[in-house]
């Protein structure tokens, strides 16, 4: 079992819609949990953090954390085609050893 | 304004040609990472940096190596670079270890001839 999975994609919506991206984890211990979004030939860049069981909003964006299901999600509402890229989930082991563990990406498409 | 900068931005080189990629950043953290990112696949970390403990990883090859002179700056090497290393190399940072966020420089996309 991959300690970080994503579904690949790609995940295809039209503009204006709400694109839900998922992510779960191995490490029941795990604290911290990212999502960076990355275009194609371009470096990750960080949109959401989440720490504690619920959901945190931010613009657009919202994370939620469900530790008891190992379950990491990001909701992008009102979707544009911006915001076609990869996105990726990350998450803090408890080890503390300095290896963030990366999911594979969700390739998100939105379509105009 | 950028926090953590990375030179080049593209690099070619040669079969066994040694390259060294550089990274700096801004931000003052005690941590600085090496990824290398193929296409469609997730970062890989290849070692990190806690001030100025090596942290190697045990499947990075011997053929890639760093150096962290100073806080702000740090540098990868790669001995003799084969086709398969060729990738994009992504230098991040973060204050400490656990349950920090790492910020990203913009990344070298190393090219091998």
């Known amino acids: 079992q991959k300690e970080v999975e994503q579904n690949s994609g790609p995940l295809s919506v039209p503009e204006g819609a709400i694109a839900s991206l998922n992510c779960t984890y191995s490490?029941?211990?795990?604290?911290?949990f990212f999502w960076y979004r990355q275009y194609s030939g371009k470096s990750p860049e960080l949109i959401m953090s989440i720490y504690s069981n619920g959901d945190k909003e931010d613009g657009r964006f919202t994370a939620q954390l469900n530790k008891a299901s190992q379950y990491v999600s990001l909701l992008i509402r009102d979707s544009q085609p911006s915001d076609s890229a990869t996105y990726l989930c990350?998450?803090?082991?408890?080890?503390?050893?300095?290896?963030?563990?990366f999911g594979q990406g969700t390739t998100l498409q939105v379509k105009p | 304004d950028a926090m953590v900068i990375q030179n080049p931005r593209y690099q070619v080189t040669q079969f066994g040609k040694p390259v060294t990629l550089s990274c700096s950043q801004t931000?003052?953290?005690?941590?600085m990472y090496w990824y290398q990112q193929k296409s469609s696949q997730a970062p890989k970390l290849l070692f990190h940096?806690?001030?100025?403990?090596?942290?190697n990883e045990a499947d990075t090859p011997d053929n890639f190596q760093s150096r962290r002179p100073n806080t702000s700056f740090c540098f990868l090497d790669i001995r003799s670079p084969g086709l398969g290393d060729a990738a994009m190399y992504l230098c991040?940072?973060?204050?400490?270890?656990?349950?920090?966020?790492?910020?990203f420089g913009s990344g070298t996309q190393l090219s091998v001839l």
């Open positions: 940096y806690y001030d100025k403990d090596f942290n």
């Open positions: 931000l003052n953290h005690n941590v």
């Open positions: 990350a998450v803090w082991p408890p080890s503390n050893t300095g290896k963030l563990i």
């Open positions: 991040a940072t973060s204050r400490d270890l656990g349950r920090e966020k790492l910020f």
């Open positions: 490490d029941r211990g795990s604290q911290s």
